[in-house]
């Protein structure tokens, strides 16, 4: 399992390296909720994020993140002394990307505390509860439990169902967020036609939350790799902090 967690990671990375070469704040999300698994609590969340965000901690050039406005007016409320808890944004248009990037250590983390087959509830509301201190509309989080219970299937076993059975589920979507839910549509899509990793990716497009969503899952789903898979910015020091990230979960 832990060997799939790194390359589930890898994937994400890379696809969020395809731009530029170097990853971006995508990435930095994933990278400021693993370091906190030690200590996990909102509080540790809270202010990893706004490490990376105020001083470039978890980030490929060392420099302050461009979180998107959702994330930020969450950070604003943490600096001035708002419980974390208490610094969701619960409005209609407050649903954003990042909501599904900060579920990924999140489902890490659940995946060895929570016995699934037994407590799956259980593990989606503790995603969904660390989500709510940036995120707090039901529409992002219905979406980071969606992708979590993706990660938990795929990691578990390849296979399609769980995507059909997502897909089906986001077809009769009707609300707020309808952006973001077009977002997790078009990375299921991108998944289930492909039939390697690099086609995959190809279909993903150019926009950068999809790719990074499909890069995240379908190297769970496939073998194959680029040849540049595991050249990616900074992947010894990645490597490093997701191995300590999982050792530290008790």
Sequence with gaps: MKKKMLESLYGFVYADSLATGCWGERSSLLLAGL?????????SLMKNLDRAWRHGAYTCKDQPCDFDPVLVKALEGFE???HPMECG???????????????????????????LKRDQEEAEVFVRRYISTSHAHETSLWLASLYS???????EKPKTKPLLEALKELEGFEGAGEDLVEL?????????????????????????DV????????SLIFQDRPEDFYHIYKLKEIRGLALGAWLSIR
Excluded: C, T
Aim: charged content about 20%; cysteine-free.
């Design 184 to 208: 997790m549509k078009d990375s299921l899509k991108a998944l289930i036609r492909a039939e390697s990793f690099e086609e995959a990716l190809k279909l993903a497009g150019s926009n950068r």
């Design 35 to 43: 370091d906190s698994f030690s200590y996990l609590s909102a509080y």
């Design 89 to 115: 944004m619960r409005g209609r248009i407050h649903n954003s990307p990042s909501a599904l990037m900060r579920a990924w250590p999140l489902s890490i983390y659940a995946l060895k505390v929570f016995n």
């Design 80 to 82: 001035r002394g708002v």
């Design 149 to 155: 219970r993706l990660l938990w299937d795929l990691l």
């Design 211 to 218: 790719q990074v969503i499909v890069g995240s899952l379908a």
